[in-house]
């Protein structure tokens, strides 16, 4: 079994990395890869941890962009921890996620009458990777909200594009590092509308033609139908196939190697991408 997107608590996920780990274990996952929104400080803890797993381990991003205004998640699989034009795009990815927080601290001021206090801020100035989970976190301690999720969809469902790197700078960025770049739930995400299927393949082309590699053809709201249209599209458009749950722990109502929506299995031969990856772990 296979499952090449999941996150942990070093972005929006819940899980440790010992008990991310643990749990696709538990699932009998053989490969997972770790594709943590704008950085890899989970996939160093993994791959520098003393601990034996016997599970096949996969460095990956999931990098957060914008296309025409619409938010578009790129994912990077394989590459070397020190390449220096990963490091760049995740410096330049960082500080954009930090303006977007702030764009919405302001919004809790503005909206919610929500005031952060000199702590909290400085929480935020300190975070490697600050995000609306340590927002959510923030309103839970203050007695806001209850749970993340809650949290989310009450104070922090705004949409804030305009303050990502584009699609198609990743894209172009990425084909010249020594990762595979592949689009992440392109029909539409947990928590995203549907997008309408003439789009997204106008979307999948221009993306191509930026330097796409492959395709997230396996996740977890897609059905059987949806599978094959993806399929038949990896074929037109020469893209390896890849999939994931998009797992985050607690946070969304997704299970490990939960890679469809009806129960569909997907063979592990049909995640084409693994014939690229060159930096597969076992840890």
Do not use: W
Not at 25 to 31: R, T
């Amino acid at each position: 079994m296979i499952d090449l997107h999941q996150h942990s608590i070093f972005s929006d996920g819940t899980d440790s990395i010992n008990d991310l780990i643990k749990n696709n274990v538990k699932s009998k996952i053989q490969i997972m890869a770790l594709t943590d929104h704008d950085t890899i400080d989970g996939c160093k803890k993994v791959l520098n941890s003393s601990t034996t797993y016997n599970i096949s381990f996969i460095p990956g991003i999931e990098f957060s962009t914008q296309d025409k205004g619409e938010s578009i998640h790129i994912l990077a699989y394989g590459f070397d921890l020190d390449d220096p034009i990963i490091e760049r795009l995740l410096k330049e990815s960082i500080e954009l996620r930090k303006k977007r927080v702030y764009e919405r601290v302001s919004i809790l001021e503005k909206d919610f009458a929500i005031h952060l206090t000199k702590e909290e801020i400085e929480l935020i100035n300190k975070s490697n990777n600050p995000n609306k989970v340590l927002l959510a976190n923030i309103l839970i301690k203050r007695g806001y909200s209850d749970n993340i999720s809650d949290a989310i969809k009450k104070y922090l469902y705004h949409k804030m594009p305009e303050s990502k790197l584009s699609t198609e700078y990743i894209l172009k960025n990425l084909n010249k590092s020594t990762a595979i770049s592949s689009y992440a739930h392109g029909l539409g995400g947990v928590g995203e509308k549907r997008v309408d299927k003439d789009m997204f393949e106008e979307r999948l082309k221009r993306f191509v033609s930026y330097g796409l590699k492959a395709l997230e053809c396996y996740y977890s709201l897609y059905n059987k139908s949806e599978q094959k249209y993806l399929e038949e599209l990896s074929t037109k458009y020469s893209l390896l196939r890849s999939g994931g749950s998009d797992y985050h722990g607690s946070v969304k109502d997704v299970k490990i190697n939960e890679l469809s929506s009806d129960g569909t299995i997907t063979d592990i031969k049909n995640f084409t991408i693994l014939r690229a990856i060159k930096n597969i772990y076992k840890i």
